[in-house]
């Protein structure tokens, strides 16, 4: 196993998680640490179940077994919605796809997140999305539409919405999907720039590898349910394993 954070304590541990739909076993004992300022990227198939586990991450789906803990609270003990509160108001998540609300601008999406959990006052909450827009690399385009919105800028929007409430950790689900590769790849700079400049901990779940090796730190593989490996992403590069080589250059 190879250690993550300079002996910090992990953001995210995951030990033994099961998950099962009828006698579909998904997960099968998923053993996973992310560290602190990290940028881990887990790579897995179509199907593989990386959807599952970010939902069992963030409170979605109940895990079959297993311990999952999360900013220091084991949320595989929590059994009420109220305890989840606490765990959704500092953990970020972008949805596959833009996730936008359709029928409200961008101003009003941003804003979405900051009207639920803040008592910000309107002008606040204004200059707090100008803010956030800025930092997603967009210029004023608070009164548009989502539909008015190329794909990549839709992600912008969705990415400054998932980071208005300032997450701890910012869970990714194939951020690039529908994507071309230049669009994909001014996603993987931002997702990278919130990493240095917010110290935001990022775990990034795709099947893309060209992304991943634009924003790993470290790289995990999820196949047949489990982690198979976890590594730094220059040891990933040229690892001997021929399942790793297979997944990474086909
Ligand atoms: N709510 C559900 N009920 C039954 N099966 C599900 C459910 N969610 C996911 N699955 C199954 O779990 C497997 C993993 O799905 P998923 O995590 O979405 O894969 P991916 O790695 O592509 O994100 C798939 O076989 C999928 O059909
Ligand atoms: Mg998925």
Do not use: C
């Not at 084991?74 to 359709?102: H, I, M, N, Y």
């Not at 982690?227 to 990933?236: D, G, K, N």
């Amino acid at each position: 196993m190879t250690q993550g954070g300079n002996g910090k304590e992990p953001i995210v541990q995951m030990e033994g998680v099961t998950k099962a739909f009828g006698t579909l076993e998904v997960l099968r004992g998923v053993d996973l640490a992310i560290y602190p300022g990290e940028s881990l990227v887990l790579l897995g198939g179509s199907g593989s179940g990386k959807s599952v586990l970010l939902g069992i991450l963030i409170g979605l789906l109940p895990a079959s077994g297993g311990r999952v803990i999360l900013n220091d609270m084991e949320v595989t003990a929590f059994r009420t919605e109220a305890e989840w509160k606490a765990v959704w108001r500092s953990v970020g998540f972008l949805f596959q796809g833009a996730a936008l609300f359709d029928s409200m601008s961008v101003r009003d999406n941003i804003a979405f997140p900051l009207e639920i959990h803040t008592d910000l006052s309107r002008t606040a909450i204004d200059e707090k999305v100008a803010r956030l827009l800025t930092m997603v690399g967009l210029g004023d385009i608070e009164q548009k539409m989502p539909s008015e919105l190329s794909g990549g800028m839709q992600k912008r929007v969705a990415l400054a919405r998932t980071i208005a409430l300032e997450p701890k950790i910012v869970l990714y689900d194939e951020p690039t999907t529908g994507l071309d590769p230049i669009t994909s790849d001014t996603i993987a700079e931002l997702i990278r720039e919130l990493q240095t400049r917010l110290g935001i901990t990022s775990l990034v779940v795709t099947h893309d590898i060209r992304l991943a090796f634009r924003v790993a730190d470290r790289v995990s593989m999820l196949h047949q349910g489990k982690i198979v490996i976890t590594a730094p992403l220059e040891e990933m590069r040229n690892h001997a394993n021929p399942r790793v080589r297979e997944f990474l250059y086909g």
